[in-house]
């Protein structure tokens, strides 16, 4: 149980309401058009794999093939399956490709009948596998049982190096660790291909690989049974291969992903096109396969100021649902972010963070709200900085908080040492085992600072989203109102591999998908 604020339900209603017509000229948008990795993902769900000398994937030169003879706005689906009846196999007909000794064309009549039910079937191997490490976590969670107490507890581990980073993991899980996040090797978000096996020479973390993901889950599993917990396992979606990245962690059952909605056009500068289509099938797949999303609303507070700002985390947060909703993502999987950011020099900081945090508690009750550490204010002051993340874990504990990043006091310092992830993990420790059920009994005046703070920034988004629907998200996203960041529709990497969808588009993958999405006439309601 946590602190009740004394939100007016009129001016919640009214935010959802605005956040959903801002959302949905975008979710148009997505669903009209298609990307390079959209298509390359379908290959992936079936069955192609590997990669030539050079390190490119086949799923790459298989969809430069098609797209350099018919174009991706048909979809590569039924190019790919009509040119397959020459060939043993995808990974024959890829290499024939690549060798330029492929012509593409797309199908009509019973050709084309046949090459869809040819990839209709390869594809549903893919989705077959993904429902599969779906029961199996189910059945895991069952047998070994869930963390004892929330917030879980998550922590960082990558080193370059994935072998070196299943004993660090291993042992971080034994130590305390909940979730288990392998960080992205340095740039791997704008590469627009994902690299191939297991890989030992990244830099700042460790490349996101299908045989990377297969290992580390491999090792914690055999972690969670000596520990007698479940041990989850997070990655990153995001940036160029958004698609494939979630297709693949669904199929080596991961467990969360970091997906958010504006990270890549914000922070590294992708197209917002190919970000929001890329996003909704990417999310698609997390809601087929169970897994968690992880929002980056804390990355805004690095760049802006956290209270001055804050009502654009709010706001984000809205819009983030309702593009999870809209994807099939409910609540429980809605791993919504934001964070630990005010200086800690302003006076009543720590009463300001616990206004913050309590209001995304309030508005999104049922999901598994991803609080974040203090970066920004970190000094390389050890010292200060430990307490700092104390504070940080205490407001965590007191607002009912449901996934907790573990601060490290040598932020932006160094990369941590193992015994820095001691401290910072006993630390939490001590915390969350001296305050546990400390929510129940914070509960701060109607009337008072906190509700007032809470009441102020929920009213600053309400007036943002009005904004935001009369002048449309995306120019809200040119114009800096994320992050003082500003990307035009027009700009940024990848903008290349976007297509306008065809009036003869298919895709066996998004075909599949949108069967299971929600209603779309009914949302379209609900946003008037």
């Not at 654009?312 to 994807?327: D, G, I, K, P, Y």
């Not at 809470?454 to 002048?471: H, M, P």
Request: glycine share 8%; aromatic share 6%.
């Amino acid at each position: 149980m946590t602190a009740e604020l004394p939100l007016d339900p009129a001016v919640v209603a009214n935010a959802r309401r605005l956040a959903a017509k801002a959302a949905q000229p975008v979710v148009d948008l997505a669903r009209s058009h298609t990307t390079v990795s959209v298509e390359r993902a379908t290959l992936r769900l079936a069955g192609l794999t590997g990669a030539d000398p050079d390190g490119i994937p086949w799923v790459n030169r298989l969809a430069d093939a098609v797209a350099d003879q018919v174009g991706i706005e048909h979809g590569i689906a039924l190019p790919v399956f009509h040119a397959l009846k020459d060939f043993p196999d995808l990974d024959r007909l890829a290499h024939a490709a690549a060798a330029d000794g492929v012509r593409f064309t797309l199908p009509t009549g019973s050709d084309a009948a046949t090459a869809r039910e040819h990839a209709q079937a390869a594809v549903r191997t893919g989705f077959d596998r993904v429902d599969a490490s779906r029961r199996r976590r189910d059945q895991l969670v069952t047998e070994i049982g869930d963390p004892p107490q929330r917030p879980w507890i998550y922590l960082i581990v990558a080193t370059g190096d994935i072998y070196e980073d299943i004993p660090q993991a291993q042992a971080a899980a034994k130590a305390g660790a909940d979730v288990i996040a392998v960080i992205r090797s340095t740039g791997q978000s704008l590469l627009d291909y994902v690299p191939e096996g297991a890989t030992r020479e990244g830099f700042a973390g460790t490349y996101a690989t299908g045989e990377n993901f297969r290992l580390m889950r491999a090792a914690l599993d055999e972690t969670s049974r000596e520990v007698g917990r479940y041990i989850r396992l997070t990655n990153y979606a995001s940036g160029l291969c958004m698609p494939e990245i979630a297709a693949l962690a669904g199929m080596h059952r991961l467990d969360m992903m970091l997906n958010d909605s504006m990270y890549g056009i914000l922070f590294r500068d992708i197209n917002p096109i190919r970000t929001f289509v890329d996003q909704r099938f990417s999310r698609q797949v997390h809601a087929r396969a169970g897994i968690i999303i992880n929002t980056g609303e804390d990355n805004y507070l690095t760049t802006a100021d956290a209270v001055e700002a804050a009502h654009t985390v709010t706001v984000s947060q809205l819009l983030n649902e309702r593009f999870a909703h809209e994807a099939g993502l409910p609540d429980p999987l809605l791993g919504l972010g934001h964070a630990f950011e005010i200086n800690p020099e302003v006076p009543e900081s720590f009463r300001l963070e616990l206004a913050h945090a309590l209001l995304a508690r309030q508005l999104f009750p049922d999901a598994p709200l991803k609080w974040m550490p203090p970066t920004k204010h970190m000094t390389g002051d050890v010292f200060r900085g430990n307490l700092l993340d104390g504070f940080f874990n205490l407001a965590g504990v007191m607002t009912g908080q449901s996934i907790l990043l573990v601060g490290m006091m040598t932020e932006a310092v160094v990369t941590p040492w193992l015994s820095d992830r001691d401290i910072a993990l006993q630390n939490v420790r001590y915390v969350l085992s001296a305050c546990a059920g400390l929510a129940e009994d914070f509960h701060p005046p109607k009337d008072g600072f906190i509700a007032n703070r809470a009441n102020e920034v929920l009213g600053e988004a309400v007036d943002l989203l009005g904004r935001i629907v009369d002048d449309g998200l995306l120019n809200a996203i040119a114009d800096g109102t994320f992050g003082i960041m500003k990307r035009p529709a027009d700009g940024g990497r990848g903008l290349d591999g976007v297509a306008k969808r065809a009036d003869d588009y298919w895709n066996p993958a998004t075909d599949e998908l949108d069967r299971t999405s929600p209603d779309q006439d009914a949302l379209k309601e609900d946003s008037r």
